[in-house]
């Protein structure tokens, strides 16, 4: 599906020009989300990458799913766009780090700290991945603008991809889509077996 040019680094696996499109709407403080960020890791990243089986065929896009009945959940999908605009390369290891310590950032942990206090803690995650020569430059996009309900840097990113998830009924997280239709059979259970099995059904080699 359709993708503004700013938000390629969403594109996590396989090629731009593939034919066939895995969209996967994940929460970073979901852990069924979580769950399945492990799997694309491991099964689908190699299957989609360059030289592998469905390298060519095949793009995988994380769709990020802002859940509002999380309060950190706007906070925690504002880092993953900044890091995407910074560290374009670094966005999907970003993701993951923020995945292995989404307990960081659920809802009893951050009920006591303020918004503030929870971009620093971002900020020092995303340092660990993307560097210090870059980490000025990601708090920097995270910062409030001059006017008092203005967003910050990356606001404009984040509704998009909130538009985007409500134009097409996207309740919540996972959900994966294929070439454009829910797949409601795709489960955050779901292994290499499962996997294999469902793309050797969808595409032809």
Known sequence: ?????????????????????????????????????????????????????????????????????????????????????????????????????????????????????????LTKLAESVIGSSLANDFKDLLELKGSPNGGNAVTDDLKYTIKFSRQNSIHVSPTVLWDGLVANEVSSSWGEKEWNGFLATKVAI
């Open 1 to 121: 599906m359709a993708l503004q040019p700013s938000l390629r680094p969403l594109i996590i696996a396989g090629s731009a020009h593939a034919p066939h499109t895995l969209d996967i709407f994940l929460d970073y403080v979901c852990p069924f989300s979580a769950k399945m960020a492990l799997a694309i890791e491991s099964v689908l990243v190699p299957l989609c990458a360059d030289g592998g089986k469905y390298g060519d065929k095949v793009k995988v896009i994380f769709r990020p799913q802002v859940q509002p009945w999380h309060a950190s959940s706007t906070f925690v999908h504002e880092a993953g766009l900044a890091v995407a605009r910074v560290a374009p390369q670094q966005f999907w290891p970003f993701a993951l780090a923020l995945f292995k310590q989404q307990g960081e950032y659920f809802d009893i942990p951050t009920s006591t700290i303020t918004p503030l206090e929870v971009r620093t803690k």
